[in-house]
């Protein structure tokens, strides 16, 4: 079935890395995404990375993915109070449209 | 560029009134649309995809429906609301195998 799973919760001191991890059932996803969820807003893409692939980065972010583990993660170097948020990891199942399955989300709280 | 409308943004309404919520994309043409619900503490639940004028597509039974009028414009409606449709609303516009675009979220309370 198709499946996605987060921890729930994570704090970070302001300065330090973030990871946030996530693992996925479904090995024909083709692509696996980060949002970002601000209080009481629509979820915003971070990033998103293709299944053939086992890194990208974009500036402060960085996604690591082992198709192997169905394991992917997300690091936020440089973690500041404006990144505390809700991140969604999801994948993608292809079928002639594009059907996202979300994870419950991580609570990133970033304290000075 | 494309945008994505989503109205209102929060709605209180009493259980067993009806319910419409309208989403209207701009700048792009044929997009997949979607409707998620989020309820509180949980993942997004995809409700409905269109992949065209008047095809829609649902992923779980409920007490809802959706509709696809127009090109760009997609409806999610309720007869009669039940306090379990509480939630937070997303609608998104998609291509193909790529991201999704979400609009900003309607928060329904059902009293």
């Known amino acids: 079935g198709e499946d996605v799973e987060q921890s729930l919760f994570l704090s970070v001191r302001e300065g330090d890395s973030s990871v946030i991890n996530c693992t996925y059932t479904d090995s024909s996803s083709t692509y696996l995404y980060w949002y970002k969820q601000e209080p009481g807003a629509g979820l915003q893409l971070l990033t998103y990375?293709?299944?053939?692939?086992d890194m990208k980065q974009d500036q402060r972010l960085t996604v690591l993915l082992n198709k192997k583990d169905k394991h992917l993660s997300l690091r936020i170097a440089d973690t500041q109070t404006g990144d505390s948020a809700i991140y969604f990891c999801a994948e993608s199942i292809s079928g002639g449209y594009n059907k996202l399955i979300f994870g419950a989300g991580t609570r990133l709280a970033v304290h000075p | 560029s494309q945008t994505i409308h989503q109205w209102p943004a929060t709605l209180v309404q009493p259980v067993g009134s009806p319910l419409s919520l309208e989403c209207t994309v701009e700048g792009t043409s044929n997009p997949n649309l979607y409707w998620y619900r989020q309820a509180a503490g949980r993942g997004l639940q995809l409700l409905f995809y269109s992949v065209g004028i008047g095809q829609i597509s649902s992923e779980v039974p409920q007490n809802l429906s959706a509709s696809r009028p127009q090109d760009r414009q997609f409806i999610l409606s309720s007869k009669k609301l039940l306090l379990s449709d509480s939630g937070f609303y997303l609608c998104?516009?998609?291509?193909?195998?790529?991201?999704?675009?979400f609009g900003q979220g309607t928060r329904l309370t059902v009293v």
């Open positions: 998104a516009w998609g291509r193909g195998v790529t991201e999704a675009f």
């Open positions: 990375i293709f299944s053939n692939m």
